[in-house]
């Protein structure tokens, strides 16, 4: 998986550590499903790494869909993103700054309970 934006290393270790106390991932990463870019889930996703985990539960989406919307965060410093420019920044490893874009999916993608010793 490629990232596309910066992580807060605070929000990732305390990220890592309420997965570690649940004991479970309940939601899976969003990732676009032909350069495997994520779209959200960036957190997440280095908190399992941080607690050693080589699985990790995604979501492939086809981004050019119309049920997948992008927006950017209020306070983000890039006000206005294009989806083409999420991939090609996760394909360049030109990483935007953390919390910058927004993901919304229509409709509703189940949470799951995947236990954490199941993931490493």
């Known amino acids: 998986m490629r990232p596309h934006e910066r992580t807060q290393p605070p929000l990732v270790k305390s990220t890592a550590k309420a997965i570690q106390a649940d ?4 939601r899976p990463i969003l990732v676009e499903s032909k350069h495997h870019v994520i779209l959200d889930g960036h957190h997440r996703w280095e908190a ?9 539960p995604v979501y492939l989406v086809e981004y050019a869909d119309d049920g997948i919307g ?3 965060w209020p306070g983000a410093i890039v006000s206005h993103v294009t989806k083409e420019e999420v991939v090609d920044r996760g394909l360049r490893g030109d990483l935007f700054p953390p ?3 927004r993901h919304l999916v229509q409709g509703e993608l189940p949470d799951v309970r995947v236990p954490l010793e199941d993931l490493r």
Do not use: E, P
């Open 23 to 26: 004991g479970f991932l309940g």
């Open 48 to 56: 399992l790494k941080v607690l050693g985990c080589s699985k990790i």
């Open 70 to 72: 992008l927006t950017t």
């Open 99 to 101: 919390k910058t874009t």
